[in-house]
């Protein structure tokens, strides 16, 4: 497979190195100042970049007929133009806040957790993520996809990463040298603690997950997420 890569940063680079190891060829490397010049050879695009470049990344990819799998962070209220564009273009899209396997497994771990405690009122629920010091958006997509995922099995109303009211889930973000990634959400009564905690260890897993879901959606139309690549 031919792959464009949209952002050549610390996810690009792992992308790239797990993306020719499996047999495909990078035709792409598009950084912030570079142009679009390969894109038109690729059979799909992998989107990495920054909040502010990722709705044009996606849009050029679309608007030229190359599926493209996003998982830059920070963009999201633009998500239904980007998704409507997918469809009117015949397209193919996917975003995922997370590619790696084991968030997703955590993801649906988190549901079953929210739907419990949606029962039992003694309990608070509030999360954190700790990401490297380098990252540009505060909570990270993770927390609001977990945060969102909550909110619609619960009572809770929105999440905040400052003065959260009581029907908000407190999200803090915290931000550490070197840290690929780690999740917690926390259930606090008055007598104990439920947790539940992802870590990733490296970049590895998210780019796996990306470049498994590149050759998953390559030859097909429609708006997908991790869910439908991985059959959870
Ligand atoms: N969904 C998931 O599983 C994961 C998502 N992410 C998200 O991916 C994104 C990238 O993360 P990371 O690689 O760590 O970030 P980096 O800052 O290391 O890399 C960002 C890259 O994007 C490039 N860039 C900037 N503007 C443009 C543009 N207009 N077009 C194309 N590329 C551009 C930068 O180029 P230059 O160096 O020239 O500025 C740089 O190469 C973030 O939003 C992060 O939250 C990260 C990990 C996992
Ligand atoms: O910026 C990162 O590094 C990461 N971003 C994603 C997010 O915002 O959730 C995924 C992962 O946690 C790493």
Not at 74 to 92: I, N, R
Not at 126 to 152: C, F, R, V
Not at 173 to 183: D, F
């Amino acid at each position: 497979m031919k792959i464009a890569l949209l952002g050549y940063g610390k996810m690009g680079n792992v992308i790239a190195r797990i993306a020719a190891e499996r047999g495909h060829e990078i035709v792409l490397r598009k950084k912030a100042e570079d142009n679009f010049d390969g894109l038109q050879d690729a059979d799909v695009a992998i989107e990495f970049s920054v909040p502010t470049a990722a709705v044009t990344n996606i849009t050029e990819c679309l608007n030229n007929n190359i599926p493209v799998v996003s998982g830059t962070t920070g963009w999201l209220a633009h998500y239904d133009e980007v998704t409507q564009l997918c469809e009117t273009k015949k397209g193919a899209f996917i975003y995922a806040s997370n590619f790696s396997l084991g968030v997703n497994i955590f993801f649906e771990l988190n549901v079953q957790l929210a739907k419990m405690m949606s029962k039992l009122e003694r309990y608070n629920v509030s999360m954190e993520e700790i990401h490297h010091t380098q990252k540009l958006d505060a909570p990270s997509g993770t927390a609001i996809t977990l945060a969102n995922d909550i909110i619609a099995n619960t009572n809770y109303i929105n999440w905040a990463i400052e003065n959260p009211k009581e029907t908000d889930i407190f999200i803090d973000a915290k931000r550490e040298e070197n840290v690929p990634g780690t999740h917690t959400v926390n259930y606090v009564s008055d007598v104990d603690s439920i947790e539940i905690k992802h870590t990733a260890h490296s970049r590895e897993g998210f780019a796996l997950g990306a470049v498994v879901a590149a050759e998953w959606l390559t030859g097909k139309t429609g708006v997908y997420s991790m869910k439908d690549v991985l059959g959870i």
